[in-house]
């Protein structure tokens, strides 16, 4: 009997949040619980895709996503589950978001996502293949806007509100 195939599971998004002289920096999260750095994603609800995944999850853990591309630029399955990742061009912090008492929102390098574990190392490396990052964001958007790029910005007045 053939093994069934994956079934999507998880989406993550890959975005630079500040281009430094050393590098872009991206949108990740840290949990309090750990010292565990993740990129903001997660869990696919019922019926929904995993692109709106990925901005949702993006949007409850403390990111607003620009220029989201509409297909993810690489996949692979952990665990018998198809987890995806998709490229912007940028992300910003959020004043207030959802997820605050489970995450916190800070900037990584490459080599922090490299070493994150879950799949984070061969991302990176096919992020780095797919766009080659130089000092600026105006280059970094050149290059990305070569992808099937649609917006996933939400302006921030209607990002969700924080719990309370």
């Known amino acids: 009997m053939p093994a069934m195939p994956a079934m999507p599971y998880a989406a993550f998004i890959l975005a630079p949040a500040h281009i430094s002289p050393s590098g872009p920096l991206f949108a990740a999260v840290t949990r309090p619980d750990s ?4 990129l903001p994603g997660g869990k696919l609800l019922p019926g929904e895709t995993q692109r709106q995944a990925a901005i949702r999850e993006a949007y409850e853990e403390g990111w607003g996503i ?14 018998d589950h198809e ?19 489970r995450g916190t929102p800070v ?10 574990g879950f799949g984070n190392a061969e991302a990176i490396a096919a992020y780095q293949k797919l766009v080659a990052i130089k000092p600026g964001y105006k280059d970094a958007a050149e290059r990305l806007g070569g992808l099937r ?13 924080a719990s309370p």
Do not use: K, Y
């Open 83 to 101: 987890i995806v990742w998709f490229a912007a061009v940028g992300a910003f912090q959020l004043p207030a978001f959802t997820e605050q008492n």
């Open 107 to 116: 900037l990584a390098t490459a080599n922090d996502i490299r070493s994150s």
């Open 149 to 161: 790029v649609a917006t996933g910005r939400m302006p921030v007045a209607q990002a969700p509100a």
């Open 66 to 79: 620009i220029g989201l591309a509409a297909e993810p630029f690489h996949t692979a399955t952990i665990d």
């Open 35 to 38: 010292s565990a750095l993740g």
